[in-house]
């Protein structure tokens, strides 16, 4: 049987999560043989989902912590898109029912006032900040096996991205050191988790910098208004209909997830 193509590959992964069908992981004939084959994929997800979702408003960066990019085999993060139909304000309400199984991250989001053509160094990412916020990232899993999981699948399926929550900007962030504040997740009033700004690659900025550099090496540069998901701070959660989950980050806010 011949091999399949990106956009072949991305046509077929694409249907699996339209269908919501529940798979333990990606069938060998859609796993791309490298990552760098794996974006090509993602690019044609990408453009095969924009009609349907919205136009690309920003990004979500994955695998921000060693013991993920080990658990994945790779020594680096990865991205998605994000569509701005699945940009939602909080708090939000999100039909549990329209997921195969629906899952929750714990995030500093970051929203763009300039563009970033080059990507930049740290202190051109960083100026380039707008605000930030507390933010939830919604994604859809498939109730993938996650010990036989791996970066190339991810990023095939657009590293799972269903969206995400957003709480209210907060402009003057600059006053916070973003490596030390302290991010909380309730489910119903309980504490699932928490973590801090500096789970994520040392600080949520330096998660910016790395996705600006590698976007603008990928001819797809961070741009003005754009939302970044900078990375989970608490282990995923798959909430049920009915639960109300809530990200409070010191000092930006909080973020508020109702499943309906």
Known sequence: MPSLDPRQKAERIAALFRARQPIDILPDELIPADLDEAYRVRAAYE????????????YKIGLTTPIMQQLCGVDEPCYGAMFAGEIRESPAEVRVADFCRVGIETEIAMRLGADLPD????????????????????????????????????????????????????????????????????????EIG????????GNPLNALSWLA?????????????????????????????????????????????VGG
């Open 213 to 257: 550099a590698k976007l603008a090496a990928d001819g797809r540069p961070l741009r003005r208004g754009m939302v970044v998901m900078t990375g989970s701070m608490v282990p995923i959660q798959f909430p049920q209909p009915g639960d109300r989950a809530v990200v409070e980050v010191d000092g930006l806010g909080r973020a508020e997830f």
């Open 119 to 190: 990507g930049g160094g740290r202190a051109q990412v960083e100026a380039a900040v707008e605000s930030c916020m507390a933010a939830i990232e919604v994604l859809e899993d498939l109730r993938h096996d996650y010990k036989r999981l791996t970066a190339r699948a991810m990023v095939a399926g657009n590293v799972w991205n269903a969206g995400c929550v957003l709480g209210v900007p907060v402009n003057d962030w600059r006053r916070l050191d973003l490596a030390a504040v302290t991010a909380r997740l309730t489910i119903n009033g309980r």
């Open 47 to 58: 453009a095969l989902e924009t009609p349907r979702r919205g136009a690309v408003a920003g």
């Open 194 to 201: 928490v973590g801090k700004g500096g789970d994520v690659m």
